[in-house]
């Protein structure tokens, strides 16, 4: 870990501005429907609050648009907070402000405040000095435990640590950063990629370093017709991106020129729509009719891809490997998550369908690191520099 952590700072008796990320959904009453990510803060605030640190929250909530909404207030944020942490979590109804300031002065020892959105300031998403300043004059120190954000450059996550010092992740940032950073540049091998979803153009970056230092890399999803495509395979009426074939062509040969073993499908699920409603029946060619369209793997794939996890000592999954969202086009999305589940490898899944996916087959548990991230760790595994973490103070 190069940056400092939540660990190494003084905590005791300091206001410390905790940037956490609390975008939660909440359903037209207001009520939070899902709490994973205040969960995900909890060792950090817990900790921060055990080493008697006066703590200051601040997130954002959806897409205010820089101006104050009721319904994306993070008030139902504070108390289930509280709930959690079986202590009474402080609200403040802005964030930058006296009343913000009165409130984070006359914090104890021990005791949180939750200061209100964020983005209800279109400063924040604007990185604006001024704001930033505003925000620093709350605490002494900063620690960013908010990973899901690090790829922004706003007010909350860059901004402010030129004017608070030392500034140091949190425990869920540093669990992100050490995990994902070690599969870019020290994976135990075996090291296989698993990539899905609709487009390659979505993740040339990401395939492009992934083929840089994985030893396999197995495609799914709609983005592997465009592939197949580049080869002169016929895919009937599967999503393709036609501009985007000269891209996959480059792709492939980058990946030869690395010694990288590309893997696509070469059977497949195919059906007449995409909605369920057809019924889906096996194709057992690299080739679909042209009446048809591919929605998933099919079975030889996923004992190749099975046979191709099961060798590996690391693992990192994006993306699903069909129509995921769909029962019947499931199976070989659920299929992967079982094989990496089972291989014992050190692996880490990132992206909303994978971690459905890993839920949904009840193997969540025997994954090493569910990333949080997002764009975030997409853009990490990319080899791309994430401002909220290179605004971090440096480890001596």
């Known amino acids: ?23 939660v959904p909440l359903n037209e009453s207001t009520q939070i429907t899902d709490d994973t990510r205040i969960r995900a803060s909890l060792p950090t605030i817990q900790y921060a609050l ?16 820089g101006k104050a909404n009721s319904k994306m207030s993070l008030r139902p944020a504070a108390a289930r907070l509280s709930d959690l942490l079986g202590a009474p979590v402080q609200f403040a109804a802005d964030c930058v402000g006296p009343e913000a300031e009165q409130k984070a002065a006359a914090l104890k020892e ?39 954000t690090a790829h922004r450059a706003h007010a909350s996550t860059e901004g402010i640590t030129r004017f608070l010092s030392p500034c140091a992740t949190g425990l869920l940032m540093e669990k992100e950063l050490r995990y994902l950073g070690t599969a870019v540049e020290n994976p135990e091998r075996p090291y296989i990629a698993i990539i899905g979803g609709a487009k390659v153009s979505d993740k040339i970056d990401l395939l492009k370093n992934l083929m840089k230092s994985a030893d396999a890399v197995l495609v799914g999803g709609a983005m592997a017709y465009t592939f197949l495509k580049a080869q002169g395979v016929e895919v009937g009426g599967s999503r393709v991106e036609d501009d985007k074939l000269d891209l ?17 499908p070469h059977d497949h699920v195919v059906s007449t729509g995409i909605d369920g409603a057809a019924p889906a029946e096996v194709v057992n060619s690299p080739s679909i009719p042209a009446d048809r369209l591919g929605v998933d793997i099919g079975p030889a794939t996923r004992g190749e891809y099975a046979r191709e996890i099961a060798r590996a000592k690391t693992i990192v999954w994006n993306g699903p490997m ?11 999305t659920l299929a992967v998550a079982q094989a990496v589940a089972n291989s014992g490898a050190v692996s880490i899944v990132g992206g909303g369908d994978s971690v459905a996916a890993v839920t949904q087959a009840g193997v969540a548990s025997k994954i090493t690191h569910i990333s949080t991230g997002g764009g975030a760790s997409l853009e990490l595994l990319s080899g791309m520099k994430l401002p909220g973490v290179e605004a971090l103070t440096d480890r001596k």
């Open 322 to 332: 069909g129509v995921f969202e769909v029962p019947q086009f499931a199976t070989g």
């Open 110 to 148: 021990s005791q949180a405040l939750l200061l209100e959105n964020l983005r209800f300031h279109a400063e924040e998403e604007k990185n604006d000095p001024e704001f930033a300043r505003g925000l620093a004059a709350l605490a002494a120190s900063y620690v960013n435990d908010a990973f899901g």
């Open 50 to 65: 055990d080493h008697d640190a006066k703590v200051i929250l601040a997130s954002h909530l959806g897409r205010p648009k």
């Open 248 to 264: 996959a062509r480059d792709l492939m040969h980058f990946a030869k020129d690395h010694r990288v073993k590309l893997c696509l």
């Open 1 to 23: 870990m190069p940056k400092l952590s939540i660990r190494e700072i003084p905590l005791k008796g300091k206001r410390i501005f905790v940037r956490v990320d609390f975008n």
